[in-house]
């Protein structure tokens, strides 16, 4: 039974750029929450996926957006890309819609530098 | 001022010792948890409280809802628990979740 996974592992952007995250969530879950954990610091609530929906969001601008397809994998886009945009990227699935972060099963996360 | 305070932010310990990691929060919440995260990212969750005491194994988990305040206590420690500790709080105003910063804990064999 695989857990949730993230691609790519590592990824280095200039600014300006875009860049799309990939997350599969784990095996029977439904609902992908992304989280920013910046270094050093405690993870922040980007937004969260339920039935290809956004259904909550943080304090996060408009640039970054989300997607969540049919089979619940979901992306994380992120455009016009900051210096203050490299941290780890991660993503957590749980089933539902409900429940807190007690429910949600992390993946390894997505490392990005933008030079 | 951070919402949710974490203390010590950085620990190193001899194995066997006894471990307390500090929590404080300024907010009105539904739960506290109290997560870990090896390296590498992944983020498992140790406990959720919303009053009293939990204990699972070797961890204990305490709150103080009156004062705001939780810890985190590792009895016995071993290198294996060498990780980030995060404690995070489900805010009643939002029910969204306000994480603190971490506490690195580093246990020498």
């Known amino acids: 039974d695989a857990g949730v996974t993230q691609s790519p592992t590592h990824l280095i952007k200039t600014r300006g750029q875009q860049v799309t995250l990939r997350c599969s969530p784990k095996s029977g879950h439904d609902t992908v929450s992304w989280y920013q954990q910046a270094l050093g610091q405690g993870p922040q609530f980007i937004f969260q996926?339920?039935?290809?929906?956004?259904?909550q969001r943080g304090n996060f601008p408009d640039r970054f957006s989300g997607h969540q397809f049919p089979n619940y994998s979901s992306e994380l886009n992120v455009n016009a890309l900051l210096l203050g945009d490299s941290a780890l990227y991660l993503c957590?699935?749980?089933?539902?819609?409900?429940?807190?972060?007690?429910?949600?099963?992390f993946g390894p996360g997505t490392r990005l530098l933008v030079l | 001022k951070n919402e949710v305070e974490q203390s010590p932010q950085n620990l190193t310990a001899q194995e066997g010792e006894f471990i307390t990691i500090n929590c404080s929060y300024s907010v009105g919440i539904s739960a506290l948890h109290w997560l870990q995260q090896h390296p590498g990212g992944g983020i498992v969750s140790l406990f959720m409280?919303?009053?009293g005491k939990k204990k699972h194994g070797r961890l204990i988990a305490t709150i103080n809802i009156q004062e705001k305040h939780s810890s985190l206590h590792i009895t016995a420690s071993h290198p294996r628990d060498s990780a980030v500790y995060i404690c995070?709080?489900?805010?009643?105003?939002?029910?969204?979740?306000?994480f603190g910063k971490g506490t690195r804990l580093h246990i020498l064999p």
């Open positions: 957590a699935s749980s089933l539902g819609g409900v429940g807190g972060i007690e429910t949600q099963y």
């Open positions: 409280l919303s009053s």
């Open positions: 995070a709080v489900s805010a009643n105003r939002d029910d969204k979740i306000i």
């Open positions: 996926y339920y039935e290809e929906e956004e259904r």
